[in-house]
């Protein structure tokens, strides 16, 4: 893993993979398969992992985050960061900051929740939360308005956010009036679009936005990786491509669940057994994992 500080060069570097995390059948975090999807994504040209809501951080036990934790940081390779996720309950979040103190990863993703919440208490819990890491955090602005602009300013001038994740879905993405606030009070060189390759190149080439996440780059890294590289390079008409070919296994994981249907695609291809999924989310019946098998065949680009 790579343990250098964070560096807001490296999100234009790398699509950022955001994998589903493998378990065993007994639902233990399994070595084996992880190493083999990792193994995968660094073979296509990806150097930056984080484990959020596709690997269901939400609901891992705090008994099992430090193997976790030692797991990824021992798997990815020495040029590859790796950013796993903390919360969305407070008090989780801080005996998970107490855990990830003891490891070198160069920051930690905040993961948002909309019950028992207040913008005020959401900036005053990420501020205390970076003091006790000790180093900024990944902002995931996932709803809209969840933290309005000023909010995110303050803490932007605090120093306690290291990068945004923006992903607020809209039916156009070129109209996002949220986005324009953000991006008026925070870096765009420090924001990846979080919505995978549909609203990249809007949010790349129209905000400025510095770079992306990907769930379906775990099933052909290579092929999100030249969307990425078309993008910067101005190459709107190829990127466009891309993104179109990305579409078919987009569309089933926005109809069905992004996490379920990318657990069972990352099975379905051949690149590990991912196994069962965590409570509170349930397996998809066969005809869909079917369905996700069609979407798969022949997309497994290296």
Known sequence: MLTSSFDPSHLS?????VPPLARDVE???????????????????????????????????LSEYAKSLTMLSE????????????????????DQVDILREYDFATAMLLPARDVVDQQGIATGIRLLAERYGKPLVLYLKFDRWLDAQWVDALHRDGVISWIKYAVVRDDPSQDDYLH??????????????????PA???????????????????APA??????RAIQAGDFETAESIRQWFLPLEDLR????????????????G?????????????????????IRDAVAGMTVG
């Open 75 to 94: 798997t990815a390779g020495d040029q590859t960061s790796v950013v796993p996720s903390i919360g969305p309950a407070y008090g989780l979040a801080v």
């Open 13 to 17: 570097e790398s699509v950022f993979a």
């Open 27 to 61: 639902g233990e975090v399994c070595s084996v398969e992880n190493a083999k999807l990792i193994r995968f994504l660094e073979a296509g040209g990806i150097r930056s992992l984080l484990y959020g809501g596709n690997a269901v951080f939400y609901h891992m036990r």
């Open 254 to 269: 926005n109809t069905y669940s992004p996490i379920r249907v990318l657990h069972h695609a990352v099975a379905e291809a």
């Open 271 to 291: 690149i590990a057994a991912t196994g069962p999924l965590l409570p509170m989310l349930s397996d998809l019946d066969d005809s869909l994992v079917t369905k």
């Open 223 to 228: 092929r999100s990786m030249e969307m990425l």
């Open 201 to 219: 190149i809007v949010h790349l080439r129209d905000f400025g936005i510095t770079g992306f996440t990907s769930g379906c780059v775990c099933v």
């Open 181 to 198: 606030e953000i991006r008026d009070v925070f870096p765009a060189a420090r924001m990846v679009s979080g919505i995978g390759e549909q």
